[in-house]
Protein backbone atom coordinates (compact mmCIF):
# COMPACT_ATOMS: atom_id res chain seq x y z
CA UNK A 1 0.00 0.00 0.00
CA UNK A 2 1.12 3.70 -1.10
CA UNK A 3 1.63 6.44 1.32
CA UNK A 4 -0.87 8.35 -0.06
CA UNK A 5 -3.70 5.53 0.70
CA UNK A 6 -2.90 5.47 4.16
CA UNK A 7 -5.44 7.02 6.58
CA UNK A 8 -8.13 7.13 3.74
CA UNK A 9 -10.88 4.92 4.84
CA UNK A 10 -12.66 3.23 2.05
CA UNK A 11 -15.48 5.98 2.35
CA UNK A 12 -13.16 8.62 1.24
CA UNK A 13 -11.85 6.49 -1.47
CA UNK A 14 -15.37 6.23 -2.88
CA UNK A 15 -15.40 9.84 -3.13
CA UNK A 16 -12.22 10.44 -4.86
CA UNK A 17 -13.60 7.73 -7.16
CA UNK A 18 -16.89 9.33 -7.72
CA UNK A 19 -17.28 11.54 -10.68
CA UNK A 20 -20.25 14.08 -9.94
CA UNK A 21 -22.61 14.29 -12.74
CA UNK A 22 -24.52 17.10 -11.35
CA UNK A 23 -25.36 18.97 -14.57
CA UNK A 24 -27.41 16.27 -15.79
CA UNK A 25 -29.35 15.34 -12.44
CA UNK A 26 -30.33 19.06 -12.48
CA UNK A 27 -31.82 19.06 -15.80
CA UNK A 28 -33.64 15.81 -15.44
CA UNK A 29 -35.27 17.30 -12.37
CA UNK A 30 -36.22 20.56 -14.26
CA UNK A 31 -38.22 18.38 -16.71
CA UNK A 32 -40.57 17.30 -13.33
CA UNK A 33 -40.64 21.02 -12.72
CA UNK A 34 -42.02 21.48 -16.40
CA UNK A 35 -45.28 18.92 -15.22
CA UNK A 36 -43.14 15.97 -17.51
CA UNK A 37 -44.52 12.31 -14.97
CA UNK A 38 -41.59 10.30 -16.12
CA UNK A 39 -38.79 9.97 -18.35
CA UNK A 40 -36.90 6.90 -19.45
CA UNK A 41 -32.84 6.42 -19.41
CA UNK A 42 -31.05 4.34 -21.79
CA UNK A 43 -27.55 3.62 -21.52
CA UNK A 44 -25.71 0.40 -22.24
CA UNK A 45 -24.46 -1.82 -19.02
CA UNK A 46 -21.55 -0.31 -17.46
CA UNK A 47 -22.38 2.90 -18.53
CA UNK A 48 -22.80 4.08 -14.59
CA UNK A 49 -26.23 4.49 -15.11
CA UNK A 50 -27.38 3.15 -11.57
CA UNK A 51 -24.79 5.13 -9.51
CA UNK A 52 -26.29 8.25 -11.27
CA UNK A 53 -29.07 7.22 -9.92
CA UNK A 54 -28.48 6.15 -6.62
CA UNK A 55 -25.94 9.45 -5.99
CA UNK A 56 -26.16 12.68 -8.12
CA UNK A 57 -30.05 12.19 -9.12
CA UNK A 58 -31.31 11.19 -5.39
CA UNK A 59 -28.75 14.00 -4.29
CA UNK A 60 -29.96 16.73 -6.43
CA UNK A 61 -33.88 15.26 -6.42
CA UNK A 62 -33.48 16.00 -2.22
CA UNK A 63 -31.80 19.19 -2.61
CA UNK A 64 -34.55 20.04 -4.84
CA UNK A 65 -37.75 19.36 -2.47
CA UNK A 66 -38.18 15.48 -3.68
CA UNK A 67 -37.77 12.21 -1.94
CA UNK A 68 -35.60 9.74 -3.66
CA UNK A 69 -36.67 6.45 -4.11
CA UNK A 70 -34.44 4.00 -5.50
CA UNK A 71 -34.92 0.33 -6.61
CA UNK A 72 -33.66 -2.50 -9.20
CA UNK A 73 -35.84 -4.96 -10.62
CA UNK A 74 -32.87 -6.94 -11.78
CA UNK A 75 -33.51 -9.98 -9.23
CA UNK A 76 -36.79 -9.04 -8.30
CA UNK A 77 -38.65 -10.27 -12.02
CA UNK A 78 -41.18 -12.70 -10.08
CA UNK A 79 -42.64 -9.91 -7.83
CA UNK A 80 -41.72 -6.23 -8.49
CA UNK A 81 -44.73 -4.59 -7.23
CA UNK A 82 -44.16 -5.86 -3.67
CA UNK A 83 -40.40 -5.18 -4.72
CA UNK A 84 -41.33 -1.15 -5.05
CA UNK A 85 -43.66 -1.33 -2.29
CA UNK A 86 -41.48 -2.26 -0.08
CA UNK A 87 -38.91 0.56 -1.52
CA UNK A 88 -41.88 3.10 -0.81
CA UNK A 89 -42.35 1.66 3.01
CA UNK A 90 -38.12 2.00 3.60
CA UNK A 91 -38.45 5.65 2.02
CA UNK A 92 -40.21 6.66 5.39
CA UNK A 93 -39.15 4.57 8.05
CA UNK A 94 -38.19 6.03 11.33
CA UNK A 95 -34.76 7.27 11.76
CA UNK A 96 -33.85 8.26 15.65
CA UNK A 97 -33.75 6.23 18.42
CA UNK A 98 -37.49 7.12 19.88
CA UNK A 99 -39.13 6.93 16.60
CA UNK A 100 -37.52 3.42 16.50
CA UNK A 101 -38.62 2.59 19.99
CA UNK A 102 -42.25 3.54 19.33
CA UNK A 103 -42.06 1.81 15.93
CA UNK A 104 -40.71 -1.38 17.75
CA UNK A 105 -43.57 -1.14 20.99
CA UNK A 106 -46.18 -0.33 18.36
CA UNK A 107 -45.45 -2.86 15.40
CA UNK A 108 -46.93 -6.34 15.21
CA UNK A 109 -45.00 -9.07 16.95
CA UNK A 110 -42.23 -10.25 15.22
CA UNK A 111 -42.02 -13.53 13.03
CA UNK A 112 -38.52 -15.61 13.02
CA UNK A 113 -38.41 -18.92 11.39
CA UNK A 114 -35.25 -21.04 11.78
CA UNK A 115 -32.72 -22.14 9.15
CA UNK A 116 -30.35 -24.68 8.29
CA UNK A 117 -27.17 -23.99 6.25
CA UNK A 118 -24.20 -25.86 5.71
CA UNK A 119 -22.08 -23.30 7.88
CA UNK A 120 -24.40 -24.28 10.71
CA UNK A 121 -27.85 -23.09 11.85
CA UNK A 122 -28.75 -19.19 11.99
CA UNK A 123 -32.23 -17.15 13.20
CA UNK A 124 -33.77 -15.14 10.42
CA UNK A 125 -36.15 -12.43 11.91
CA UNK A 126 -38.64 -9.85 10.11
CA UNK A 127 -40.92 -7.41 10.94
CA UNK A 128 -44.54 -8.61 9.65
CA UNK A 129 -45.07 -5.37 8.36
CA UNK A 130 -42.25 -4.30 6.33
CA UNK A 131 -41.35 -7.77 4.90
CA UNK A 132 -44.73 -9.14 4.22
CA UNK A 133 -45.27 -12.30 1.36
CA UNK A 134 -47.48 -10.74 -1.00
CA UNK A 135 -48.57 -12.51 -3.92
CA UNK A 136 -48.03 -10.85 -6.83
CA UNK A 137 -51.95 -9.95 -7.26
CA UNK A 138 -51.85 -8.25 -3.62
CA UNK A 139 -48.78 -6.71 -4.18
CA UNK A 140 -50.31 -5.27 -7.34
CA UNK A 141 -53.48 -3.83 -5.75
CA UNK A 142 -51.09 -2.31 -2.83
CA UNK A 143 -49.08 0.06 -4.75
CA UNK A 144 -51.84 2.51 -5.19
CA UNK A 145 -52.14 2.37 -1.09
CA UNK A 146 -48.10 2.32 -0.76
CA UNK A 147 -47.38 5.22 -2.83
CA UNK A 148 -49.95 7.56 -0.92
CA UNK A 149 -48.22 6.20 2.44
CA UNK A 150 -44.88 7.40 1.21
CA UNK A 151 -46.25 10.73 -0.16
CA UNK A 152 -47.92 11.40 3.47
CA UNK A 153 -45.47 10.16 5.92
CA UNK A 154 -42.88 11.85 3.84
CA UNK A 155 -44.39 15.50 4.62
CA UNK A 156 -46.20 15.24 1.55
CA UNK A 157 -42.99 16.14 -0.92
CA UNK A 158 -43.52 14.83 -4.31
CA UNK A 159 -41.30 11.56 -4.92
CA UNK A 160 -39.08 10.82 -7.32
CA UNK A 161 -39.55 7.01 -8.03
CA UNK A 162 -36.16 5.61 -10.00
CA UNK A 163 -37.29 2.04 -11.33
CA UNK A 164 -33.93 0.41 -12.48
CA UNK A 165 -33.77 -2.48 -14.92
CA UNK A 166 -37.80 -2.46 -15.86
CA UNK A 167 -36.85 -4.06 -19.20
CA UNK A 168 -35.72 -7.29 -17.50
CA UNK A 169 -39.71 -8.12 -16.73
CA UNK A 170 -40.77 -8.10 -21.03
CA UNK A 171 -41.89 -11.65 -21.57
CA UNK A 172 -41.84 -12.42 -18.03
CA UNK A 173 -45.28 -14.30 -16.47
CA UNK A 174 -47.21 -11.76 -14.57
CA UNK A 175 -45.66 -8.66 -16.46
CA UNK A 176 -49.07 -7.68 -18.09
CA UNK A 177 -50.86 -7.10 -14.80
CA UNK A 178 -47.67 -5.27 -13.27
CA UNK A 179 -47.28 -2.95 -15.95
CA UNK A 180 -51.14 -2.14 -15.95
CA UNK A 181 -51.24 -1.72 -12.52
CA UNK A 182 -48.28 0.37 -12.80
CA UNK A 183 -49.34 2.68 -14.87
CA UNK A 184 -53.11 2.94 -13.56
CA UNK A 185 -51.44 3.85 -9.93
CA UNK A 186 -48.95 6.79 -11.71
CA UNK A 187 -51.37 7.95 -13.93
CA UNK A 188 -53.79 9.75 -10.91
CA UNK A 189 -50.54 10.88 -9.24
CA UNK A 190 -48.55 12.31 -11.39
CA UNK A 191 -48.63 15.72 -9.19
CA UNK A 192 -47.06 13.77 -6.28
CA UNK A 193 -45.06 10.77 -8.32
CA UNK A 194 -42.57 11.30 -10.69
CA UNK A 195 -40.43 8.33 -12.18
CA UNK A 196 -37.64 7.85 -13.25
CA UNK A 197 -37.22 4.32 -15.41
CA UNK A 198 -33.75 3.26 -16.22
CA UNK A 199 -33.00 -0.06 -18.63
CA UNK A 200 -29.30 -1.25 -20.27
CA UNK A 201 -31.10 -2.99 -23.36
CA UNK A 202 -32.97 -0.34 -26.15
CA UNK A 203 -34.70 -3.24 -27.57
CA UNK A 204 -36.38 -3.97 -24.51
CA UNK A 205 -37.37 -1.18 -23.22
CA UNK A 206 -39.08 0.25 -26.60
CA UNK A 207 -40.92 -3.09 -25.87
CA UNK A 208 -42.37 -1.51 -22.99
CA UNK A 209 -42.59 2.34 -23.95
CA UNK A 210 -43.33 1.81 -27.87
CA UNK A 211 -46.13 -0.96 -28.81
CA UNK A 212 -49.79 0.97 -29.07
CA UNK A 213 -51.01 -1.76 -26.85
CA UNK A 214 -48.72 -1.22 -24.24
CA UNK A 215 -50.20 0.43 -21.17
CA UNK A 216 -46.68 2.22 -20.94
CA UNK A 217 -47.94 3.57 -24.37
CA UNK A 218 -45.70 7.24 -24.48
CA UNK A 219 -46.13 7.78 -20.84
CA UNK A 220 -42.57 8.00 -20.86
CA UNK A 221 -40.06 10.52 -22.04
CA UNK A 222 -37.23 8.64 -23.48
CA UNK A 223 -33.15 10.22 -23.42
CA UNK A 224 -30.03 8.38 -24.05
CA UNK A 225 -28.16 9.00 -21.22
CA UNK A 226 -24.94 10.91 -22.62
CA UNK A 227 -21.16 9.63 -22.11
CA UNK A 228 -19.13 11.26 -19.89
CA UNK A 229 -17.85 14.67 -20.56
CA UNK A 230 -14.08 14.95 -21.25
CA UNK A 231 -13.46 16.10 -17.59
CA UNK A 232 -14.18 12.71 -15.97
CA UNK A 233 -10.86 11.94 -17.55
CA UNK A 234 -9.30 14.12 -16.06
CA UNK A 235 -10.64 14.18 -12.37
CA UNK A 236 -9.79 10.24 -12.95
CA UNK A 237 -6.43 10.66 -13.38
CA UNK A 238 -6.08 13.20 -10.39
CA UNK A 239 -7.56 10.75 -8.39
CA UNK A 240 -5.28 8.21 -9.23
CA UNK A 241 -2.29 10.56 -8.85
CA UNK A 242 -3.54 11.12 -4.79
CA UNK A 243 -4.39 7.48 -4.36
CA UNK A 244 -1.07 6.12 -5.94
CA UNK A 245 1.15 8.62 -6.29
CA UNK A 246 2.01 8.56 -9.71
CA UNK A 247 0.86 10.09 -13.03
CA UNK A 248 -1.75 8.52 -15.04
CA UNK A 249 -1.11 9.54 -19.28
CA UNK A 250 -3.78 11.31 -19.83
CA UNK A 251 -3.50 9.97 -23.44
CA UNK A 252 -3.33 6.41 -22.74
CA UNK A 253 -6.55 6.94 -20.35
CA UNK A 254 -8.25 8.83 -23.31
CA UNK A 255 -7.50 5.72 -25.70
CA UNK A 256 -8.54 3.13 -22.66
CA UNK A 257 -11.80 4.86 -22.77
CA UNK A 258 -11.65 5.09 -26.15
CA UNK A 259 -10.87 1.05 -26.25
CA UNK A 260 -14.36 0.36 -23.59
CA UNK A 261 -16.66 2.37 -25.98
CA UNK A 262 -16.60 5.10 -23.28
CA UNK A 263 -17.78 2.92 -20.34
CA UNK A 264 -16.71 3.72 -16.50
CA UNK A 265 -17.60 0.24 -15.58
CA UNK A 266 -14.84 -1.45 -17.50
CA UNK A 267 -12.87 1.71 -17.36
CA UNK A 268 -12.76 1.20 -13.34
CA UNK A 269 -11.87 -2.09 -13.46
CA UNK A 270 -8.69 -1.51 -15.34
CA UNK A 271 -7.54 1.11 -13.39
CA UNK A 272 -7.89 -0.66 -10.34
CA UNK A 273 -5.54 -3.37 -11.54
CA UNK A 274 -3.04 -0.34 -12.72
CA UNK A 275 -3.03 1.06 -9.06
CA UNK A 276 -2.51 -2.56 -8.19
CA UNK A 277 0.39 -3.04 -10.78
CA UNK A 278 1.65 0.66 -9.31
CA UNK A 279 1.70 -0.90 -6.00
CA UNK A 280 3.82 -3.61 -6.96
CA UNK A 281 6.35 -1.20 -8.89
CA UNK A 282 5.31 -2.84 -11.73
CA UNK A 283 5.02 -0.80 -14.93
CA UNK A 284 1.80 -1.24 -16.81
CA UNK A 285 -0.46 0.15 -19.90
CA UNK A 286 -3.95 1.15 -19.11
CA UNK A 287 -5.03 0.67 -22.80
CA UNK A 288 -3.98 -3.09 -22.45
CA UNK A 289 -5.66 -3.61 -19.25
CA UNK A 290 -8.68 -2.54 -20.47
CA UNK A 291 -8.50 -4.32 -23.68
CA UNK A 292 -7.80 -7.95 -20.96
CA UNK A 293 -10.59 -6.58 -18.82
CA UNK A 294 -13.05 -6.74 -22.35
CA UNK A 295 -11.89 -9.89 -22.93
CA UNK A 296 -11.68 -11.67 -19.24
CA UNK A 297 -15.58 -10.53 -19.06
CA UNK A 298 -16.26 -12.28 -22.39
CA UNK A 299 -14.99 -15.30 -21.17
CA UNK A 300 -15.48 -15.44 -16.84
CA UNK A 301 -19.62 -14.53 -18.37
CA UNK A 302 -19.63 -17.46 -20.47
CA UNK A 303 -21.28 -15.02 -23.04
CA UNK A 304 -18.45 -15.27 -25.54
CA UNK A 305 -18.63 -19.11 -25.25
CA UNK A 306 -22.22 -19.56 -25.67
CA UNK A 307 -22.89 -17.49 -28.78
CA UNK A 308 -19.87 -18.74 -30.79
CA UNK A 309 -21.32 -22.73 -29.69
CA UNK A 310 -24.30 -22.15 -32.75
CA UNK A 311 -23.63 -22.18 -36.52
CA UNK A 312 -23.05 -18.50 -38.12
CA UNK A 313 -26.62 -18.78 -39.41
CA UNK A 314 -27.67 -19.02 -36.02
CA UNK A 315 -25.44 -16.32 -34.55
CA UNK A 316 -26.74 -13.95 -37.39
CA UNK A 317 -30.65 -14.86 -36.33
CA UNK A 318 -29.66 -14.42 -32.78
CA UNK A 319 -28.48 -10.68 -33.15
CA UNK A 320 -31.29 -9.87 -35.69
CA UNK A 321 -34.38 -11.22 -32.76
CA UNK A 322 -31.68 -9.10 -29.71
CA UNK A 323 -32.40 -6.11 -31.92
CA UNK A 324 -35.90 -6.53 -32.40
CA UNK A 325 -36.73 -8.04 -35.56
CA UNK A 326 -38.53 -11.51 -36.47
CA UNK A 327 -36.59 -13.75 -38.75
CA UNK A 328 -38.93 -13.64 -41.52
CA UNK A 329 -38.80 -10.14 -41.06
CA UNK A 330 -38.64 -8.94 -44.67
CA UNK A 331 -35.03 -7.07 -43.75
CA UNK A 332 -33.49 -9.71 -41.97
CA UNK A 333 -32.81 -11.42 -45.51
CA UNK A 334 -30.20 -8.30 -46.38
CA UNK A 335 -29.09 -8.71 -42.52
CA UNK A 336 -27.70 -12.20 -43.33
CA UNK A 337 -26.35 -11.07 -46.95
CA UNK A 338 -24.23 -8.56 -44.91
CA UNK A 339 -23.26 -11.10 -41.92
CA UNK A 340 -22.78 -14.62 -43.81
CA UNK A 341 -23.43 -13.54 -47.88
CA UNK A 342 -26.81 -15.10 -48.30
CA UNK A 343 -29.13 -15.76 -49.24
CA UNK A 344 -30.62 -18.61 -47.49
CA UNK A 345 -33.47 -20.93 -48.02
CA UNK A 346 -36.45 -21.49 -45.72
CA UNK A 347 -35.23 -24.81 -44.70
CA UNK A 348 -31.85 -24.06 -43.47
CA UNK A 349 -33.56 -20.63 -41.69
CA UNK A 350 -35.84 -23.37 -40.02
CA UNK A 351 -32.79 -25.24 -38.53
CA UNK A 352 -31.14 -22.47 -37.30
CA UNK A 353 -33.79 -21.16 -35.24
CA UNK A 354 -34.49 -24.85 -34.21
CA UNK A 355 -30.66 -24.95 -32.99
CA UNK A 356 -31.08 -21.95 -31.32
CA UNK A 357 -34.54 -23.08 -29.51
CA UNK A 358 -33.21 -26.64 -28.52
CA UNK A 359 -29.73 -25.15 -27.15
CA UNK A 360 -32.52 -22.86 -25.25
CA UNK A 361 -30.91 -19.88 -26.52
CA UNK A 362 -34.10 -18.63 -28.23
CA UNK A 363 -38.24 -19.28 -27.39
CA UNK A 364 -41.45 -18.29 -28.88
CA UNK A 365 -44.42 -16.65 -26.93
CA UNK A 366 -48.19 -18.06 -27.10
CA UNK A 367 -48.41 -15.53 -30.21
CA UNK A 368 -45.36 -17.11 -32.03
CA UNK A 369 -42.40 -14.19 -31.56
CA UNK A 370 -39.28 -15.28 -30.68
CA UNK A 371 -37.39 -14.07 -28.01
CA UNK A 372 -33.81 -14.24 -26.41
CA UNK A 373 -34.52 -16.81 -23.38
CA UNK A 374 -31.97 -15.26 -20.79
CA UNK A 375 -32.32 -11.83 -20.60
CA UNK A 376 -28.58 -10.57 -19.60
CA UNK A 377 -27.55 -12.70 -22.76
CA UNK A 378 -29.75 -10.42 -24.93
CA UNK A 379 -28.15 -7.37 -23.40
CA UNK A 380 -24.47 -8.47 -24.23
CA UNK A 381 -25.23 -9.43 -27.52
CA UNK A 382 -26.70 -6.12 -28.25
CA UNK A 383 -24.28 -4.07 -25.88
CA UNK A 384 -21.08 -6.25 -25.23
CA UNK A 385 -20.69 -8.25 -28.72
CA UNK A 386 -19.96 -5.18 -30.66
CA UNK A 387 -16.73 -4.95 -28.91
CA UNK A 388 -16.00 -8.65 -29.90
CA UNK A 389 -16.40 -8.55 -33.51
CA UNK A 390 -18.26 -6.22 -36.17
CA UNK A 391 -22.18 -6.21 -35.94
CA UNK A 392 -23.99 -4.22 -38.50
CA UNK A 393 -26.75 -2.53 -36.83
CA UNK A 394 -30.03 -4.41 -38.46
CA UNK A 395 -31.76 -0.98 -39.25
CA UNK A 396 -29.16 0.29 -40.97
CA UNK A 397 -28.81 -2.23 -43.41
CA UNK A 398 -32.14 -2.05 -43.76
CA UNK A 399 -32.42 1.87 -44.41
CA UNK A 400 -28.94 2.45 -45.37
CA UNK A 401 -27.86 5.84 -43.95
CA UNK A 402 -31.22 7.31 -42.54
CA UNK A 403 -29.81 8.79 -39.50
CA UNK A 404 -31.65 7.74 -35.86
CA UNK A 405 -32.02 11.21 -35.18
CA UNK A 406 -34.10 13.77 -37.86
CA UNK A 407 -35.49 16.52 -36.32
CA UNK A 408 -34.61 17.84 -32.59
CA UNK A 409 -35.24 21.04 -30.44
CA UNK A 410 -33.21 24.16 -30.35
CA UNK A 411 -34.08 24.40 -26.31
CA UNK A 412 -32.98 28.44 -26.30
CA UNK A 413 -35.01 29.48 -28.96
CA UNK A 414 -38.21 26.60 -28.64
CA UNK A 415 -37.42 26.34 -32.71
CA UNK A 416 -37.69 22.86 -34.91
CA UNK A 417 -34.58 22.06 -36.25
CA UNK A 418 -34.26 19.26 -39.29
CA UNK A 419 -31.19 17.32 -39.70
CA UNK A 420 -31.62 15.94 -42.66
CA UNK A 421 -32.29 17.19 -46.37
CA UNK A 422 -35.25 15.56 -46.49
CA UNK A 423 -37.00 17.76 -43.59
CA UNK A 424 -36.12 20.06 -45.35
CA UNK A 425 -37.25 19.78 -48.35
CA UNK A 426 -40.96 19.16 -46.55
CA UNK A 427 -40.45 22.01 -44.72
CA UNK A 428 -39.57 24.26 -47.51
CA UNK A 429 -42.69 23.00 -49.95
CA UNK A 430 -44.66 23.97 -46.63
CA UNK A 431 -44.05 27.21 -46.54
CA UNK A 432 -44.14 28.18 -50.59
CA UNK A 433 -46.98 30.23 -51.80
CA UNK A 434 -47.80 26.70 -53.63
CA UNK A 435 -48.81 25.02 -50.59
CA UNK A 436 -51.20 27.92 -49.32
CA UNK A 437 -53.01 28.23 -52.55
CA UNK A 438 -54.16 24.44 -52.45
CA UNK A 439 -55.49 25.19 -49.13
CA UNK A 440 -57.36 28.49 -50.48
CA UNK A 441 -58.34 26.52 -53.68
CA UNK A 442 -60.05 24.10 -50.83
CA UNK A 443 -61.82 26.66 -48.36
CA UNK A 444 -58.86 26.21 -45.54
CA UNK A 445 -58.63 28.90 -43.89
CA UNK A 446 -56.06 28.12 -41.78
CA UNK A 447 -51.88 27.32 -41.87
CA UNK A 448 -50.94 23.57 -41.51
CA UNK A 449 -50.59 23.46 -37.57
CA UNK A 450 -53.47 25.26 -36.82
CA UNK A 451 -56.41 23.21 -38.63
CA UNK A 452 -55.16 22.09 -42.28
CA UNK A 453 -53.10 19.42 -41.05
CA UNK A 454 -55.50 16.92 -42.13
CA UNK A 455 -55.57 18.00 -45.56
CA UNK A 456 -51.45 17.21 -45.61
CA UNK A 457 -51.51 14.39 -43.87
CA UNK A 458 -53.95 13.22 -46.80
CA UNK A 459 -51.39 14.55 -49.47
CA UNK A 460 -48.70 12.84 -48.48
CA UNK A 461 -51.00 9.61 -48.47
CA UNK A 462 -51.84 10.08 -51.17
CA UNK A 463 -48.41 11.44 -52.76
CA UNK A 464 -46.83 8.11 -51.51
CA UNK A 465 -49.35 5.98 -53.23
CA UNK A 466 -50.84 4.41 -50.06
CA UNK A 467 -47.72 3.07 -48.85
CA UNK A 468 -47.92 6.12 -45.87
CA UNK A 469 -50.57 6.47 -43.57
CA UNK A 470 -52.26 9.22 -41.41
CA UNK A 471 -52.15 8.86 -37.72
CA UNK A 472 -53.34 10.70 -34.90
CA UNK A 473 -51.59 12.26 -32.29
CA UNK A 474 -54.45 12.25 -29.35
CA UNK A 475 -54.61 14.00 -26.32
CA UNK A 476 -53.45 11.71 -23.60
CA UNK A 477 -56.26 12.12 -20.95
CA UNK A 478 -59.15 13.02 -23.47
CA UNK A 479 -58.03 10.83 -26.46
CA UNK A 480 -59.31 13.73 -28.90
CA UNK A 481 -57.01 14.79 -31.77
CA UNK A 482 -54.98 17.58 -31.84
CA UNK A 483 -52.84 16.87 -34.47
CA UNK A 484 -52.52 14.50 -37.54
CA UNK A 485 -49.21 13.76 -39.61
CA UNK A 486 -48.40 11.02 -41.98
CA UNK A 487 -46.48 7.75 -41.53
CA UNK A 488 -44.15 5.81 -43.30
CA UNK A 489 -42.39 3.23 -41.41
CA UNK A 490 -41.03 4.87 -38.51
CA UNK A 491 -40.67 8.22 -40.22
CA UNK A 492 -43.57 10.90 -39.54
CA UNK A 493 -44.02 13.68 -41.81
CA UNK A 494 -45.71 16.79 -40.71
CA UNK A 495 -45.51 21.15 -41.69
CA UNK A 496 -42.19 20.88 -40.05
CA UNK A 497 -40.49 18.17 -41.86
CA UNK A 498 -39.28 14.46 -41.33
CA UNK A 499 -39.23 12.97 -37.44
CA UNK A 500 -39.23 10.08 -35.67
CA UNK A 501 -42.11 9.28 -33.32
CA UNK A 502 -40.08 10.53 -29.87
CA UNK A 503 -39.08 13.54 -32.23
CA UNK A 504 -42.70 14.26 -33.10
CA UNK A 505 -44.93 13.73 -29.76
CA UNK A 506 -41.47 15.77 -27.85
CA UNK A 507 -42.67 18.71 -30.43
CA UNK A 508 -46.15 18.23 -28.96
CA UNK A 509 -45.30 18.30 -24.90
CA UNK A 510 -42.27 20.64 -24.85
CA UNK A 511 -43.81 23.37 -27.76
CA UNK A 512 -47.58 22.86 -28.17
CA UNK A 513 -47.39 21.75 -24.02
CA UNK A 514 -49.88 18.91 -25.58
CA UNK A 515 -48.88 15.24 -23.84
CA UNK A 516 -50.09 13.06 -26.65
CA UNK A 517 -49.71 9.44 -27.87
CA UNK A 518 -49.79 7.81 -31.55
CA UNK A 519 -52.97 6.98 -32.54
CA UNK A 520 -54.06 4.52 -35.82
CA UNK A 521 -57.59 5.18 -35.05
CA UNK A 522 -59.55 8.05 -36.46
CA UNK A 523 -60.64 9.76 -32.72
CA UNK A 524 -64.12 11.06 -32.56
CA UNK A 525 -63.27 14.52 -32.96
CA UNK A 526 -62.01 13.80 -36.38
CA UNK A 527 -65.01 15.31 -38.08
CA UNK A 528 -63.71 18.78 -36.20
CA UNK A 529 -60.76 19.12 -38.08
CA UNK A 530 -60.99 20.67 -41.48
CA UNK A 531 -60.82 18.93 -44.72
CA UNK A 532 -61.40 19.08 -47.92
CA UNK A 533 -60.49 16.74 -50.98
CA UNK A 534 -59.75 19.02 -53.56
CA UNK A 535 -57.18 20.83 -51.53
CA UNK A 536 -55.75 16.78 -50.87
CA UNK A 537 -55.11 16.38 -54.08
CA UNK A 538 -54.07 19.59 -55.52
CA UNK A 539 -51.38 19.19 -52.80
CA UNK A 540 -50.52 15.33 -53.58
CA UNK A 541 -50.05 16.73 -57.05
CA UNK A 542 -47.61 19.66 -56.30
CA UNK A 543 -45.86 17.17 -53.95
CA UNK A 544 -45.01 15.08 -56.58
CA UNK A 545 -43.94 17.89 -59.00
CA UNK A 546 -41.86 19.95 -56.67
CA UNK A 547 -40.44 16.89 -55.07
CA UNK A 548 -39.96 14.12 -57.20
CA UNK A 549 -41.55 10.70 -56.80
CA UNK A 550 -42.05 9.61 -52.94
CA UNK A 551 -40.12 6.47 -53.76
CA UNK A 552 -37.30 8.66 -54.66
CA UNK A 553 -37.82 11.04 -51.53
CA UNK A 554 -37.49 8.80 -48.87
CA UNK A 555 -34.88 6.53 -50.20
CA UNK A 556 -31.58 7.20 -48.70
CA UNK A 557 -29.07 8.82 -48.08
CA UNK A 558 -30.46 11.82 -49.57
CA UNK A 559 -33.25 13.18 -52.56
CA UNK A 560 -31.03 13.12 -55.51
CA UNK A 561 -32.57 16.63 -56.54
CA UNK A 562 -31.11 18.30 -53.36
CA UNK A 563 -27.85 19.52 -52.61
CA UNK A 564 -27.00 18.08 -49.00
CA UNK A 565 -27.63 20.24 -46.05
CA UNK A 566 -25.14 20.08 -43.21
CA UNK A 567 -26.68 20.21 -40.05
CA UNK A 568 -24.92 23.65 -39.13
CA UNK A 569 -26.50 25.21 -42.02
CA UNK A 570 -30.45 23.91 -41.81
CA UNK A 571 -32.86 26.31 -41.45
CA UNK A 572 -34.90 26.69 -38.54
CA UNK A 573 -38.03 27.50 -38.15
CA UNK A 574 -40.77 28.31 -35.35
CA UNK A 575 -43.64 26.19 -34.75
CA UNK A 576 -46.63 27.93 -33.85
CA UNK A 577 -48.42 29.77 -36.58
CA UNK A 578 -45.08 29.88 -38.06
CA UNK A 579 -46.37 29.09 -41.86
CA UNK A 580 -49.86 31.25 -41.69
CA UNK A 581 -50.11 33.32 -44.26
CA UNK A 582 -51.08 37.31 -42.73
CA UNK A 583 -54.08 37.21 -44.88
CA UNK A 584 -55.51 34.32 -42.95
CA UNK A 585 -53.76 35.99 -39.55
CA UNK A 586 -56.46 37.45 -36.63
CA UNK A 587 -55.37 40.67 -34.80
CA UNK A 588 -54.54 38.07 -31.78
CA UNK A 589 -52.26 35.75 -33.55
CA UNK A 590 -48.19 36.24 -33.68
CA UNK A 591 -46.53 36.16 -36.09
CA UNK A 592 -43.59 34.68 -37.29
Known amino acids: MTKQTVGLDLRKKARLWHFARTREAEFYIRQFAQDLPALTLYAPRSKGVTEFLQ ?7 AKAGYVPIYVSLWQSQSN ?4 ICHALQN ?12 EFVTAPAQKSEFEVSQSGPKFKTEFAHEREKLVADEANMALPQRLDEAFERNGKK ?11 LVGRPGYDPFIRALRAALDSRKANVH ?3 AGSSRIRLGKVFRPVESPMHNFSQPYEFPDMPSEYLDHMAKSFETLVGKKMPIDQLTDAFAITSKRPGYLHVAIRKAMNAADRGEAFDIRELARTELHSFALDSGMRERYFSVTPLAQTLLIAVSQGAQPRDPQVASF ?27 FTTANGIYEVEDQSFSSWIENDLPLVIQVPQLSKVAESVWPNMLQRINVDTQEIENVTNHGC ?19 IQSGFMDGGCRVLADAICRWSGGTAIPVYLSHAHTGQAQHVVARYNDMYFDVDGVARETEVLKKMMFIERVDCYVDDTPPSNLSEIPFSHLAAAHLACELAKQLGPFEDFVRPPCVVALTPVEVSDVKVMRIKHSVMPDRFRTSSEPGI
Do not use: H, W
Not at 55 to 61: K, P, R, W, Y
Not at 158 to 168: G, H, R, Y
Not at 425 to 443: D, N, P, R, V
Open 55 to 61: TDLSTVA
Open 80 to 83: PAAT
Open 91 to 102: SFKAKNFFERFV
Open 158 to 168: PLVLMIDQIQT
Open 195 to 197: VVF
Open 336 to 362: QAAMDGGPFSQNQIYQALNELVMAQIL
Open 425 to 443: ALQQFCQSATAFSALELGG
